[in-house]
């Protein structure tokens, strides 16, 4: 057994799980050698601001850098920028990079999040159809969008209504096509995605629902859109919000357990006991499923808890799910998972400009959601985590499917 100071961690994806992991294995006491890989040209960084204040320039690429280059290297952390991890051999217990090079390890980290669905149409490659994931990808859209005529935004999730609020708050006229007949129909209950079509349809951005797309068309550059029904719009760009699809390709190549997500357990071990997974790409296991989150909080909670568990230490206790979004004056977030069929209990209402919406189920509380009103949320986690029956005195039963 090789001393702890001769032991070598790799850690393949430099995001926000990969970032917190590398800086938690170091600050709790491994001597080994760290490295940390990422095919981007920063050092770990967050992305809900790409989203925003990086979009509209009022932040500056740099204000998302979870720690400089600098601090890394006081960290002892040996960041390779810029090269990818093109294979993973298992049994000689190294990775392949892009440059050549191999680098071996004792343990493994696999935290190479997601990418963006990929829109399926003629006309999807037409210069001006752009994807939000990246710093730069931010950056372009953000020089581009001034120049804008109309932007189109495909997809009416999280993504597409933060680009929608941001890029409208610039003067430019935005519509947003969703296919189903609502918002974030796979996380927000239906009086929910109702008070966010209202609210971009305050703020002069067209929601178009059940809108389905045929195809995007233009001779060098998209200039309008297709759809279904045989209508059109007139855009100058495009930005896609489908969703995102895991990057398992490497786990499910050197033969770990993958579906959707690299499978793990509660520790984030993957189905070989020296390879882990954390953030985006892993699939947990949750209250008697599994899921697979993708958050900013779960990126970072994840990524400190399965480092503990790569040095056999106590993995802190789990948090609820938490979710935000700002739009406009707005700040939206959520705490804990929805249960199918539970009762809706409501504080405030929309007219004032702050309510929360709390979720029941067995008499327990388990989730709430809430638009301008952090403290609902705060104390909502409480209620969560001590697993008491909920008290909804005072609360506005809001009748299903409501």
């Known amino acids: 057994m090789p001393s702890p100071a001769a032991l070598q961690y790799v850690i393949v994806g430099g995001g926000q799980a990969g970032g917190w992991a590398a800086k938690t294995l170091r600050e709790s006491g491994f001597e080994g050698r760290i490295v940390l890989i990422t095919d981007e040209p920063h050092p770990p960084y967050e992305r809900p ?4 204040g990086v979009l509209t320039a009022l932040k500056e690429p740099e204000s998302c850098y979870l720690w400089s280059r600098d601090r890394l290297r006081v960290l002892g952390i040996d960041f390779e920028e810029s090269v990818t991890c093109e294979s993973i ?34 006309g999807a490659q037409l210069s001006g159809v752009q994807y939000l994931r990246t710093i730069q990808d931010s950056v372009d859209l953000g020089r581009r969008m001034l120049a804008d005529q109309r932007l189109l935004v495909i997809g009416g999730g999280w993504i597409g209504l933060e680009v929608a609020a941001s890029v409208s708050s610039k003067g430019v006229p935005v519509t947003i096509v969703e296919a189903s007949d609502r918002l974030c129909g796979r996380s927000l209950p239906l009086s929910l995605s109702r008070y966010f079509l209202d609210l ?21 550059r998209v200039e309008r859109a297709v759809f279904q029904d045989g209508t059109s719009l007139a855009v100058s760009s495009v930005v896609v919000g489908i969703g995102a699809e895991p990057n398992t390709d490497l786990a499910a190549a050197c033969g770990l357990q993958v579906g959707n997500g690299i499978v793990v357990d509660e520790h984030g071990r993957t189905s070989d006991p020296d390879v882990f997974a954390a953030g985006d790409v892993a699939n947990q296991p949750f209250g008697g499923a599994r899921l697979r989150f993708e958050s900013w909080k779960n990126a970072q909670d994840n990524g400190i808890s399965v480092a503990k568990a790569m040095l056999d230490l106590d993995m802190p206790k789990k948090d609820s799910p938490w979710f935000w979004s700002d739009q406009y004056d707005v700040n939206f977030q959520m705490v804990g998972v929805v249960p199918e069929g539970s009762a809706v209990y409501q504080k405030g209402s929309a007219a004032t400009g702050s309510f929360a919406q709390y979720f029941v189920s067995e008499n327990r509380l ?11 949320v705060r104390d909502g986690k409480r209620a969560i985590a001590s697993g008491q029956p909920f008290d909804t005195t005072g609360l506005l039963a809001l009748a299903p499917g409501s």
Do not use: F
């Open 200 to 220: 971009h349809g305050s703020h002069g951005v067209e929601v178009r629902l059940n809108a389905k797309l045929r195809s995007l068309e233009g001779a060098d």
């Open 89 to 122: 051999d298992r049994q000689g217990r190294r990775v392949a990079l892009s440059d050549g090079r191999r680098i071996g390890y004792d343990r493994l980290l696999l935290a190479t999040g997601s990418r963006a669905r990929r829109l399926q149409c003629p």
């Open 49 to 52: 601001p790409l989203s925003k």
């Open 366 to 376: 388990e989730a709430v959601a809430a638009i301008n009103s952090p403290k609902d």
